[in-house]
């Protein structure tokens, strides 16, 4: 059995060159090959002298691996193509046990063959360092004979896997079987953290549907009025979130299949109905101290805030208890403490117009750069330094400018995702109210002609 996987390796001017300047990294390196840093960097993990037997298991395709690095820049310069994509990364992996170095390499060696024939500079790894032997490509990104680039879609990704597949076939070995798609990393990061995502907040709305659901057709109704848009003539139904581009299929929500209609109609039709009586809530009442009559109304950035926030659901609310909470805004509980923070921020500093906000930030800015200097200035006695008590309270002094200055970019960088957060809180405002008078017009016509 192998799996593959492929990846692009990218690399970007400011990383490389504050890598160029960090003193403690400072070789004496042909200049150019910082442009291809990244490029450099991959074809070095992957012909480890640890992980190959001491580059026993390295192979080139269309190129000499010791000289691979430079075979491809010339091919990216000669094809006037050296931005985007540095190359492809590939993998594939052997289940322990089931082959040999030799045969791994082989099959890595045909496999590379087999997808990218003659026109792709190709490095060949196969690394022994774990119990599961695996083959790493490195794959230029422009073509040495068409100087066209490889695109990585999803045709190439799944021709990568049948090509293995293929080969394992040919030598024996066993293939994956029903690969399905694995999460993204960003969900899979969120449900780790315990941070919402749009799957689980689905999965939310799904169960709150079931449970107040006595059939199928009910079910589907309460999703409706949630403001889902229901498939159910497909054969696997799929749900899109209020304010959402794509549709979900219940059955894929989870692994187990937990949401699939059949399981669903099911949980419905053997439920025990509730014969408890929901106790009424009491209303939650806030007090307000001072004069209400001179207490200023919020307006501008701080209003755009606190207004968002209560529909949310995060900020104390003189509302019905039963009230529901659009998904729109459901979807930005992932976010809660930074929006959360940054409208603090605003509050603090009395903020209500961009051009305010501006005006702060610049002034931060100016904060920060005399801070930078002073810093290096304090660097620089360091070095010159030769009294051990002197260059420890130079050092005290370093360290206290440091942390001020970490503060100030947090502040920065709060401001940063203000001017990018409020245009888009004002859109899911309207796309709310779009929603809500939609189905107000729905429910006085079904009022109407009941």
Not at 257 to 264: A, D, T, V
Request: proline share 3%.
């Amino acid at each position: 059995m192998a799996t593959t996987k492929i990846w692009a390796v990218k690399d970007n001017l400011k990383r490389v060159l504050d890598y160029a300047s960090n003193p403690d990294k400072t070789e004496n390196e042909d200049m150019g090959t910082y442009e291809f840093k990244g490029l450099k960097n991959v074809i070095e993990y992957t012909v480890n002298d640890l992980k190959t037997e001491k580059q026993f298991y390295v192979s080139g395709i269309n190129c000499e691996p010791s000289t691979a690095l430079d075979q491809m820049i010339s091919t990216k310069k000669a094809a006037h193509k050296e931005d985007g994509v540095l190359a492809f990364h590939c993998y594939q992996s052997f289940r322990p046990g089931e082959v040999t170095p030799e045969t791994a390499h082989k099959i890595g060696i045909e496999l590379a063959k087999r997808m990218w024939g003659n026109d792709f500079e190709v490095v060949v790894t196969t690394h022994l360092d774990k119990k599961h032997f695996h083959n790493h490509f490195v794959v230029n990104s422009v073509s040495w004979s068409t100087h066209k680039r490889f695109l990585d879609s999803h045709s190439d990704y799944d021709r990568f896997r049948r090509l293995s597949d293929e080969l394992c076939k040919e030598y024996s070995l066993s293939v994956v079987k029903n690969p399905k798609k694995g999460k993204h990393y960003k969900e899979w990061y969120d449900e780790k953290q315990r941070i919402p995502t749009r799957r689980s907040l689905i999965i939310d709305d799904v169960e709150r549907a079931i449970a107040n659901s006595m059939s199928f057709t009910m079910f589907i109704k309460n999703l409706e009025d949630m403001g889902y848009e229901v498939k159910t003539n497909v054969k696997h139904i799929a749900v899109k979130p209020p304010g959402g581009e794509n549709f979900y299929r219940l059955h894929n929500l989870t692994k187990d299949e937990k949401y699939s209609e059949e399981n669903i109609k099911y949980r419905i039709f053997t439920k025990k109905p509730s014969r408890k009586s929901v106790p009424k809530q009491k209303p939650v009442k806030y007090h307000y101290h001072g004069n209400i009559k001179k207490a200023k109304k919020l307006t501008g950035l701080k209003a755009l805030y606190f207004h968002y926030m209560y529909r949310m659901g995060i900020i104390p609310q003189r509302v019905p208890n039963n009230k529901k909470v659009s998904f729109i805004f459901k979807e930005e509980l992932r976010y809660m403490d930074k929006i959360s923070n940054e409208a603090i921020l605003l509050s603090k500093n009395n903020i209500n117009t961009l051009e305010e906000l501006e005006a702060k930030q610049n002034e931060l800015n100016e904060r920060i750069d005399s801070l930078t200097k002073k810093r290096r200035c304090c660097y620089n006695k360091i070095r010159r330094c030769k009294n051990l008590e002197t260059k420890e309270m130079l050092q005290a002094d370093v360290a206290s400018l440091t942390d001020e200055l970490k503060k100030l970019r947090k502040e920065v960088k709060l401001y940063d995702d203000i001017k990018e957060r409020s245009p888009k809180m004002k859109i899911k405002l309207d796309q709310a109210k779009e929603m809500e008078r939609k189905d107000d017009r729905k429910y006085e016509y079904k009022w109407r002609n009941s």
